[in-house]
């Protein structure tokens, strides 16, 4: 396993971001502060590499990081994109599996470790984190659930393509319908591995949204021009 760039403190400060364990490290911060160890990562660096044993779990804490999922013979799918706050890992923890995926920083981040001992004792001497848990594994059958009815039941690439620019920018249930930009986290190759298509189809259905007005770009930016329609094509 590559190792991080620095080890800082094991200071726990939540990060406000709604997850289960962004609640538990306010609630439960002097219990968890005992056991875990934050570190910086730079992009690029794998915090595990799918098929290793599992030693822990990570939580980040800032910075981006993807999992990918690789075939016999070497062919490589995005499956996940993980911000602030999300757990990696913790299915492998809890199952004592090998991790099924690798997980890869896309910016530099902190990342906060907490080995498997340490999860598997706190599950079973306090309820709350063994709740926190729960709800995060349950999270992730859910958004994985997601993926693949989006694959199997997507009647074109183009209905997936929208519904994955429209996950990036949050579900809209503020009411804002405005403009949003975002910087294109994956490269046209990933984002057809991701919905399964092809590179050349990826590249024709942006240009398809560009010439319809859904889609911009600005200072390296894309631009999502008009989220009712998209949020229409994607439920057509």
Request: net charge positive; aromatic share 6%.
């Amino acid at each position: 396993m590559q190792s991080p760039a620095a080890v800082h403190s094991c200071a726990l400060s939540a990060v406000g971001c709604g997850h289960p364990f962004c609640d538990i490290c306010t609630d439960l911060g002097h219990v968890i502060r005992t056991v875990s160890s934050t570190a910086t990562y730079r992009k690029k660096a794998r915090l595990f590499v799918e098929g290793e044993e599992p030693q822990g779990v990570f939580i980040l804490r800032t910075g981006m990081a993807k999992l990918t999922a690789s075939s016999i013979g070497g062919r490589a799918i995005v499956i996940r994109l993980a911000e602030p706050g999300d757990v990696l890992g913790l299915n492998a923890v809890v199952s004592n599996r090998p991790f099924g995926a690798t997980a890869e920083m896309m910016a530099t981040g902190q990342v906060r470790f907490i080995s498997q001992d340490s999860v598997l004792r706190l599950m079973k001497a306090n309820d709350a984190f063994a709740l926190a848990v729960a709800e995060q594994l349950s999270a992730s059958y859910y958004s994985l659930h997601d993926v693949v009815r989006s694959l199997g039941l997507g009647s074109h690439p183009l209905e997936r393509l929208a519904k994955l620019l429209l996950s990036w920018t949050g579900d809209g249930d503020d009411g804002n319908t405005g403009n949003q930009s975002f910087k294109l986290p994956l490269t046209h190759q990933e984002i057809a591995d991701n919905i399964g298509s092809t590179r050349q189809m990826v590249t024709k259905l942006f240009s398809q949204l560009r010439r319809k007005n859904l889609l911009g770009s600005q200072r390296g930016e894309l631009i999502i021009m008009n989220r009712p329609e998209l949020q229409r094509i994607v439920q057509f």
